[in-house]
């Protein structure tokens, strides 16, 4: 099943010639794509920490990390920035130039809702509650159909499928399972009775197929051992999503959601469950994913930042700017990109945030276009729309 | 033509309990008209909005203290879990099984959902306070209580709208929202296609302007509670006429002409149609029914009626397929098991839809594409599976799929149920079966 069409794609990276947009949109891509929703509003002058900055300690304060080198330390990236302790499994992507930061950005949202937030970051208007669905969901439409009728090139990872992803092109689901799997012989006895189904005939053989599909790749589903909820779920959820992007005729874009970033009070201790489990799972999904990661690119970006103070019960509020990450195997990694606004009151946006400098969208379209091959006028039209002006971030992905 | 009991308890109703068919069957049409009569009674178990909103606003003068914050929190997620949980077991247990689906169509008319935290608490209230002494009212009474009720404010940001012109308009940077305008146009009346501009939408928000909810400081409190400070002074042109300054009534006036205009007819015929009839209702079946909503000046009794008047009803075979947490309700009603909050709103969650958490104002969908997908049919077979290990039942899982089956039941389905391996298997044959998933 590796097809011509995936050589070819692999040898124009060689020859690091731009891809042909046009041809890539008429088939599936053997390009794999994940975005992962950090739910909550991550704060990003927490996580990837701009210690050099002179006000950093001030405005943090009491949960302000201690400097690299000290025990418990900010981990150093290039002087300016560090990681935040819990995040050290992604310092070896760093090293391998396979993990790019964007800081300072956001999506067009200048309010400070979650629920409107979230809305925006998934629907890639410019207005919290558009019609229309998810621009992810946009993407793939781009994309092309797969030959093989049953399969989605789409992957929801959990029991719904998020806005990011829903439109006009079914997506496939995978969660963990909470109940009993069907046996061969009772799914052959009601295949039978839905024979003459026109409408839940069809799509009860396509469930049959896309689970049997999931069991051969990922295992027995009830063999156990992947919990649903819990610390452990989203690194399951992650090795999930890996093998099944992996597998030839799997899906080629896959969106995972971790909860749990709105830390209001006692960011402290509580950010560090949800860092840690962000960084595990994404060696989990490198790991799941074997060669396939040299296909892949990840994009983990939140709703908005925090705001750049420390508030009264030592936490951080609802902010603006934030930032991204961006992983794989053929990210131009090993930077901080973005202009840095810094953290005098002056540069902060309303006097409370880290200000805006770089806009999400021209992050996916970077990447949407580089290693999609989804056409520029296209994502400017119909997967972001009205965004023309926005340009893709140049310098995230070789040339 | 013949009628079927399992039309009156399927199609109109939310499934059958054994024994429900024999008792119908003499006169159907005739079953379903008496739920109409009378009053409903309040749900016992659902809170009150006006008390969670106070524990809301509690919560709020604390400045911000964590540990009021989280308790707060907590208790209001474990009061949407609970509300939800006494909205399933009425589903499950009621004799008016057609009033309830009249109840939950209009919450889904009037969507608010609880996938906006501060909605959770307020969303099953809102059905008990708004939606179901209305039900079997005048549309323009149900229109104006669903509207004016908190949860709905509060959810399509009509209680932080202010006038631009307004004296708190004038002091602050903050100003209109038409989030509630333009929802009330499109969803809740005329439709998007119904004939009104954007200007229309602006000049509606600003007659809303002043309809809030009480506070610690303001009114009474989680009440709906009228602003003039923040009312849009001076008068606005809608729909072609200019309405002189006439503070809160200015909004009622509009919703009177929206309840009373031929698109609201017509799109409420239409989604009323679509949901009991089919995906995609006959034109004379939506024609009738909408000339029936005009000639009774919106009485939704009469409506109602016209709607189990219409042949194709019963003539038809059961094609619409049942949304999932209505799945869940007639796996309860046709086993008797008795549920239990938690696992049957965690079962509704993993099939897709747990109440009241609708993805967009504009409601859950009412097509069977939506439901019917792949990965929702295979939840649907483990959800059988699962739950016929529970059910605890004399009856012969055969005898058990007739009596609740009825007419629909096809031959070969019942002799797969009888002749299956155990009673758990030949249960979840007769959940998981087609006849099963329609109505």
């Known amino acids: ?399 | 033509m013949s009628i079927h009991a399992v039309t009156a308890a399927s199609r109109f109703g939310l499934g059958a309990r054994p024994g429900d068919l024999a008792r119908i069957k003499g006169d159907p049409r005739a079953w379903l008209a008496a739920q109409l009569d009378g009053t409903s009674e309040a749900t016992q178990g659902v809170g009150r909005s006006a008390e969670r909103l106070q524990q809301y606003f509690e919560a709020r003068r604390s400045g911000g203290d964590p540990a009021v914050i989280a308790l707060f929190r907590k208790e209001y997620r474990e009061g949407f879990a609970a509300d939800v949980g006494a909205r399933t077991r009425r589903a499950a247990a009621t004799d008016q099984p057609f009033r309830e689906r009249l109840v939950h169509f209009w919450t889904n008319h009037f969507t608010v959902s609880a996938l906006r935290p501060l909605v959770a608490g307020i969303a099953v209230p809102f059905e008990e306070e708004a939606i179901r002494p209305n039900v079997t009212g005048r549309f323009v009474d149900l229109l104006f209580a669903a509207v004016r009720h908190p949860a709905m404010l509060l959810y399509l940001d009509q209680a932080e709208s202010i006038g631009p012109n307004s004296r708190v308009g004038q002091r602050r940077s903050r100003g209109l929202n038409e989030n509630l305008a333009r929802e009330i146009l499109e969803l809740h009346t005329l439709g998007v296609d119904g004939g009104y501009t954007q200007a229309d939408v602006r000049a509606f928000a600003e007659m809303l302007t002043g309809w809030s909810i009480g506070n610690l400081r303001n009114g009474v409190i989680g009440a709906f509670n009228y602003v003039p400070l923040v009312h849009e002074p001076g008068s606005k042109t809608f729909l072609g006429r200019t309405y002189e300054d006439d503070g809160e009534r200015e909004a009622r006036t509009v919703l009177e002409l929206l309840a009373r205009h031929p698109s609201t007819a017509r799109r409420i015929a239409t989604k009323l149609a679509r949901h009991f009839i089919a995906d995609r209702p006959p034109a004379e079946s939506v024609d009738w029914i909408a000339r029936v909503f005009i000639d009774s000046d919106g009485d939704l009794r009469a409506v109602y009626r016209a709607v189990i008047a219409e042949e194709r009803a019963w003539r038809d075979p059961l094609s619409k397929v049942r949304a999932p947490s209505d799945f869940v309700v007639a796996a309860l009603r046709a086993t008797g098991v008795k549920p239990e909050g938690g696992p049957v709103m965690r079962a509704q969650a993993v099939l897709g839809q747990t109440p009241l958490t609708a993805p967009s104002p504009a409601g859950w969908p009412d097509e069977a594409e939506a439901w019917a997908t792949p990965e929702a049919m295979m939840r649907r077979v483990e959800f059988a599976l699962a739950f016929a290990g529970r059910v605890r039942t004399h009856m012969e899982p055969g005898d058990l799929a007739e009596s609740v089956l009825g007419d629909a039941l096809s031959d070969e389905t019942g002799a797969a149920i009888r002749r299956a391996g155990s009673r758990t298997e030949s249960l979840a044959l007769m959940l998981a079966s087609p006849e099963f998933q329609r109505r």
């Open chain 1, 1 to 399: 099943m590796l097809s011509s069409r995936r050589r070819l794609l692999l040898g124009l990276g060689a020859l690091s010639l731009p891809l042909p947009g046009v041809a890539l949109a008429a088939a599936p891509t053997d390009r794999r794509f994940v975005f992962v929703v950090l739910r909550g509003g991550l704060d990003g002058i927490g996580s990837v920490v701009p210690y050099a900055d002179p006000n950093y300690r001030i405005l943090r304060g009491e949960i302000a990390l201690a400097s690299p080198g000290q025990e418990g330390g900010i981990l150093d990236l290039d002087g300016r920035f560090g990681l935040h302790p819990a995040l050290a499994p992604l310092e070896t992507l760093w090293r391998a130039r396979q993990l790019a930061i964007v800081h300072a950005v956001a999506t067009p949202y200048r309010q400070r809702s979650h629920f409107d937030g979230q809305d925006l970051l998934e629907n890639g208007t410019v207005e919290p509650r558009a019609k229309g669905g998810g621009w992810l969901n946009r993407s793939i439409a781009l994309l092309g159909k797969p030959k093989e009728p049953n399969r989605r090139l789409g992957l929801a990872v959990g029991s719904t499928v998020p806005l990011l992803l829903r439109g006009e092109v079914p997506v496939a689901t995978w969660s963990p399972p909470v109940l009993p799997d069907a046996s061969a012989d009772f799914i052959a006895k009601l295949s039978r009775l839905y024979r003459d189904d026109s409408v839940l005939g069809p799509a009860l053989a396509q469930g049959v197929g896309a689970q049997a599909m999931s069991t051969e790749v990922i295992g027995e589903r009830t063999m156990g051992g992947t919990p649903a909820r819990g610390p452990g779920a989203f690194k399951a959820a992650s090795e999930a999503a890996g093998k099944l992007l992996a597998s030839a005729v799997g899906p080629r874009v896959a969106v995972l959601e971790l909860n749990g970033f709105d830390t209001h009070a006692q960011q402290r201790n509580r950010i560090v469950g949800p860092l840690a489990a962000f960084a595990d799972g994404m060696i989990a999904l490198k790991d799941a994913l074997g060669p396939a990661w040299t296909d892949t690119v990840v994009l983990a970006a939140s709703e908005f930042g925090r705001t750049a103070q420390v508030n009264g019960t030592l936490g951080t509020d609802h902010g603006t700017a934030g930032v991204a990450f961006i992983l794989g195997g053929r990210v131009a990694g090993g930077r901080v990109l973005g202009r840095w606004p810094g953290l005098a009151a002056s540069q902060l946006y309303e006097g409370r945030d880290l200000a805006p400098t770089t806009d999400l969208r021209a992050v996916a379209k970077a990447l949407l276009k580089h290693h999609l091959g989804l056409p520029e006028d296209a994502l400017g039209k119909v997967v972001f729309p009205d965004s023309r002006t926005v340009r893709p971030l140049p310098d995230l992905m070789p040339a």
